[in-house]
């Protein structure tokens, strides 16, 4: 098998192990996590995780606990999609998190994360409280 077969096959088997789950769940968000970010610049990205697409949730990233080194104290951060993809990564968009929740929409199945684009003030950004839902 080559790579892509491998990875294809991996991605069937994960898939077909989580849909058997998600029989087991609530009906709200097939998957989310929660998190910290500690002291993060641009260009740092989440963890990834796999949208199987098994509901209408729109993917969302909620911050709380917002801090920066800037002068101006914390104003707001960009937050970018990813889709994790064969090649370069497909951009869904940049969300301006104002240590709010912010929206990109029902996503199609697939590997997502996302990239710290910017924060406002100062270039380092910390949230005690990162919740991801999708
Ligand atoms: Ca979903």
């Not at 989440?46 to 199987?52: E, P």
């Not at 606990?65 to 800037?70: E, H, T």
Request: net charge positive; hydrophobic share 30%; aromatic share 14%.
């Amino acid at each position: 098998m080559n790579t892509k077969n491998r990875r294809l096959a991996r991605g069937l088997i994960v898939g077909a192990a989580l849909v058997g789950l998600a029989g087991t769940t609530p009906a709200y968000a097939e998957g989310s996590w929660s998190s910290y970010i500690s002291g993060w610049t641009s260009g740092k990205e989440s963890r990834r995780w796999t949208d199987n697409n098994t509901d209408s949730v729109s993917t969302s990233v909620g911050f709380s606990g917002c801090a920066s080194d800037g002068g101006g104290g914390f104003k707001h951060a960009q937050l970018k999609l990813w889709k994790d993809v064969f090649g370069p990564d497909d951009d869904q968009g940049t969300k301006t998190n104002y240590c709010n929740r912010v929206y990109w929409g029902d996503k199609s199945s697939g590997k997502y994360y996302f990239e710290l684009w910017g924060v406002v003030s100062g270039g380092y950004l910390s949230v005690k409280s990162v919740n991801t839902r999708y």
